[in-house]
């Protein structure tokens, strides 16, 4: 069975400090993978989407995240952040149209 | 601005009332889901519809009534429900076909139970 495990449940950063968001997924065919953003009151919206090809790939925001599966990881990253971007941010693999998300981080940003 | 559209928002109800939560797209998708969300939890599938039909049922007490009337439309309709199915109920929609497509999530609605 699929699973993916974001390992920080919470994260603070200062405004204009990069930022990295940590990935893991266990599943045994090729992954699907995608990052969505939770803001307060409102649904999920998609940053971006892993399906093959480069494994860097480029987001919505500013966002980027690299598929490395030797490490079975998918690490959000950006390098500078916005104090909108305080959200909860949740990774997420697709098994046959159903996703699997993980636990989810909140993002705090200090000014 | 969201393309998948819910309604209401905010439903408060008693646990012998029948209430239903309505989930609308225009963008021709023609797979869409509906998942439960608790407080500081990731989503959960709750019911999965392609082509108008009922493709996945991850166990859902029968008290949730998931209804594709067609393409555009989904309802949820809920009967009898208990204080712990308080939560954000969130739907979604996908292009149908092979291989994976990303999923179009509405706002939700805030479903609260008395």
């Known amino acids: 069975a699929q699973s993916v495990t974001q390992p920080d449940i919470h994260i603070t950063v200062s405004e204009g400090a990069s930022l990295e968001l940590r990935c893991n997924y266990s599943?045994?065919?090729?992954?699907?993978l995608f990052w969505y953003v939770q803001s307060p009151g409102q649904g999920l919206q998609l940053l971006l989407k892993y399906f093959s090809g480069d494994t860097l790939v480029q987001g919505i925001k500013g966002f980027e995240a690299e598929f490395k599966r030797s490490q079975s990881s998918f690490n959000l990253r950006k390098p500078s952040v916005h104090w909108s971007d305080a959200a909860e941010y949740f990774c997420?693999?697709?098994?046959?149209?159903?996703?699997?998300f993980g636990g989810g981080t909140r993002l705090m940003v200090k000014p | 601005d969201t393309e998948v559209t819910q309604t209401p928002k905010h439903l408060v109800m008693g646990m012998t009332n029948k209430k239903s939560l309505k989930c609308e797209q225009h963008?021709?998708?023609?797979?869409m889901y509906w998942y439960k969300q608790k407080a500081k939890k990731p989503p959960e599938l709750m019911f999965v519809y392609s082509y108008e039909k009922l493709s996945i049922n991850e166990s859902v007490p029968s008290r949730f009534s998931p209804e594709c009337p067609n393409s555009s439309l989904l309802n949820l309709h809920l009967h009898a429900l208990q204080p712990e199915d308080s939560a954000l109920y969130l739907c979604?929609?996908?292009?149908?076909?092979?291989?994976?497509?990303?999923?179009?999530f509405g706002d939700g609605t805030r479903l609260s139970i008395l």
């Open positions: 599943y045994g065919a090729t992954p699907y």
């Open positions: 979604a929609s996908s292009p149908a076909g092979t291989g994976p497509q990303p999923q179009h």
């Open positions: 963008m021709g998708h023609r797979a």
């Open positions: 997420a693999v697709d098994a046959g149209n159903m996703l699997t």
